[in-house]
């Protein structure tokens, strides 16, 4: 007897069985795809630019762009946003794109914190490496930024490096140059915003 047809058999099943393993992959993989979409970069979300100038985000000032006399020497911050000076768009579209302005003596600024200065005013991100709240305190006496989530502390004299509670890595700073009395981004930021993979405690997130 011709043992052929079993084995056409055979392959026909094993065929069919590679086939399911395939679209089970597929299955497996396209969910995992789809949990980080591409974000579409518009106008208002793109990230700071070279030539950007800086609005308030909040208070009375709200949408008016920043000049260094508007900054206190020696704090508090000003929660700020880029904006393009050719469109007049505000990049406020995207948290990420949340910055503070701290205006501060030059002489106390660390030569890491310095080199991103002007004016002896820094930029920083205002989403904390922690969990991604935005840094919105001030401790006066210390001078230092307080993220009023979880009581992450940073210094922003040396770089906003981290001095107290849980963020894994400072704040990434936003390289400045000034013109026309006002500070104008020179760069993009130093390091990824916010919450980085890997580097995140686990167990959730926050923004406020």
Not at 114 to 121: E, I
Not at 172 to 178: K, N, T
Not at 185 to 202: H, I, K, N, Y
């Amino acid at each position: 007897m011709s043992k052929q047809p079993d084995t056409t058999r055979r392959a026909i099943v094993g065929a069919t069985v590679g086939v399911g393993l395939g679209i089970g992959t597929l299955s497996i993989l396209v969910p995992f795809a789809s949990l980080n979409p591409k974000k579409e970069v518009t106008p208002e979300t793109e990230p700071p630019k070279e030539g950007d100038l800086f609005v308030f985000a909040e208070g009375d000032k709200k949408g008016q762009e920043i000049t260094f006399d508007d900054l206190p020497l020696g704090g508090p911050p000003a929660l700020a946003y880029p904006k393009d000076p050719k469109t007049g768009v505000v990049k406020s579209g995207e948290r990420n794109n949340l910055v503070l302005l701290i205006r501060l003596n030059s002489g106390d600024l660390s030569p890491e914190a310095a080199q991103y200065a002007a004016d002896g005013t820094v930029v920083y991100s205002a989403i904390c490496t922690h969990l991604g709240c935005t840094v919105s305190e001030w401790v006066p006496d210390k001078g230092e930024l307080l993220c009023p989530c979880h009581k992450g502390i940073y210094d922003p004299r040396d770089g906003a490096k981290v001095v107290g509670g849980p963020p894994p890595r400072p704040l990434p700073a936003l390289p400045i140059r000034a013109e026309a009395g006002k500070p104008v981004v020179a760069g993009g930021f130093t390091s990824p915003v916010g919450v980085v993979a890997g580097l995140e405690p686990q167990g959730g997130s926050c923004a406020v």
